[in-house]
Nanobody, 120 residues
Framework: QVQLVESGGGLVQPGGSLRLSCAAAGSIFSIDNMAWHRRTPGKQRELVATITSDGTTNYADSVKGRLTISRDNAKDTLDLQIDSLKTEDTAVYYC??????????????WGQGTQVTVSS
């Protein structure tokens, strides 16, 4: 099995910065795509950033220029740097990872979510 553990959420003032982390562990052979999603109460889950195994990144238009997604393939970790935080960035952030397990089966797993609250 493959598990994801997220960290780094919290309460931040508008204009501040935050860095979220996600660590994958378990029977991992390789990781392909990694992504961050967020869910705001009353709204659908939103895909905010993705990064492929070769480092290609994509961002939602709503966050472009303020978020930076990165990964460490040696450590199987995923980060999300959020700058110039806005109140509308308040949400639960989830990491999502897919790849291949040691037994050859594909996996697609989600983290437990970490709360980010932007408020003065």
């Amino acid at each position: 099995q493959v598990q994801l553990v997220e960290s780094g959420g919290g309460l931040v003032q508008p204009g501040g910065s935050l860095r979220l982390s996600c660590a994958a562990a378990g029977s991992i052979f390789s990781i392909d795509n990694m992504a961050w999603h967020r869910r705001t109460p009353g709204k659908q889950r939103e895909l905010v950033a993705t990064i492929t195994s070769d480092g290609t990144t994509n961002y939602a238009d709503s966050v472009k220029g303020r978020l930076t997604i990165s990964r460490d393939n040696a450590k199987d970790t995923l980060d999300l740097q959020i700058d110039s935080l806005k109140t509308e960035d308040t949400a639960v952030y989830y990491c999502n990872v897919d790849g291949i397990r040691l037994d050859g089966a594909r996996f697609d797993v989600w983290g437990q979510g970490t709360q980010v609250t932007v408020s003065s």
